[in-house]
Nanobody, 121 residues
Framework: VQLQASGGGLVQSGGSLRLSCAAS????????IGWFRQAPGKEREWVSC????????YYADSVKGRFTFSRNNAESTVYLQMNSLKPEDTAVYYC???????????????WGQGTLVTVSS
């Protein structure tokens, strides 16, 4: 599986960005796919994920109501629409997948290379 994340950039506070993660070699047997981020000097944290086991999308409290996870199965691509961005959303954003879903923070089988999101105040 190869994951290619894109869509990052510089945006002003309150602005929007849409991240994309294109997967190749992805099969329906991967039951978890998620977005993570790592800010400078901080640990990586999960932002949003989808479980095909129970067809549920999850969001971290810090982004709930502002970020939206979506997917296009035909194109093997998932998206993260980020609205009302804040300076604290500044981070490198990664997508990842897992064969089995045990929770968003357990999605760890394959990772994309990351895309940088910078939100200026």
């Amino acid at each position: 599986v190869q994951l290619q994340a894109s869509g990052g950039g510089l945006v002003q506070s309150g602005g929007s960005l849409r991240l994309s993660c294109a997967a190749s070699g992805f099969t329906p047997s991967y039951h978890g796919i998620g977005w993570f981020r790592q800010a400078p000097g901080k640990e990586r944290e999960w932002v949003s994920c989808f479980s095909s086991t129970d067809d549920t999308t999850y969001y971290a409290d810090s982004v709930k109501g502002r970020f939206t996870f979506s997917r296009n199965n035909a194109e093997s691509t998932v998206y993260l629409q980020m609205n009302s961005l804040k300076p604290e959303d500044t981070a490198v954003y990664y997508c990842a997948v897992a064969r089995l879903f045990y929770g968003c923070d357990e999605i760890d089988d394959y990772w994309g290379q990351g895309t940088l999101v910078t939100v200026s105040s």
